[in-house]
């Protein structure tokens, strides 16, 4: 079983938890829409500090392993796996077909960046 190092697990779970941060700053207003959009602005900044706060050590660490095209692709690939709870469990909607197929395709984009 392969050893992995601490900046190659560490940006995968600071990713992980700053794009929790990063989706309920861009889509949660959505389950609000009666409140001033102000309001929605002002929150979400708010959220999205929390996010920027995982993010740039998510990177800052990675780098010492991964690539930037590799860190990015990462995040890309986190973000779906992230909204697909989101939008299902937060937002209640439906994710069809479609939505299974397009994810899957850019992930199979994702592996190939990972392929070297």
């Known amino acids: 079983m392969p050893t992995f190092s601490p900046a190659a697990v560490w940006p995968i779970i ?3 938890a700053s794009n929790i ?13 009666t409140s001033a959009l102000w309001i929605a602005i ?3 900044w ?3 500090f929390f996010e920027y706060c995982l ?3 998510a990177n800052r660490i990675g780098s010492e392993v991964y690539s930037a095209a590799q860190l990015k ?3 890309e690939v986190i973000t779906l796996i992230v909204f697909s709870g989101f939008s299902v469990f937060f937002l ?3 994710l069809t077909i479609n939505h299974a197929i397009g994810f899957a395709l850019i992930a199979a984009g994702a ?6």
Not at 111 to 116: E, M
């Open 14 to 16: 600071l990713l992980s």
């Open 21 to 33: 941060f990063m989706t309920f700053a861009w889509y949660g207003h959505l389950k609000y829409k």
């Open 42 to 44: 002002l929150a979400s």
């Open 46 to 48: 708010g959220i999205a």
């Open 55 to 57: 993010a740039v050590p």
């Open 73 to 75: 692709t990462m995040q």
């Open 92 to 94: 209640k909607e439906s």
């Open 111 to 116: 592996a190939f960046v990972f392929r070297g």
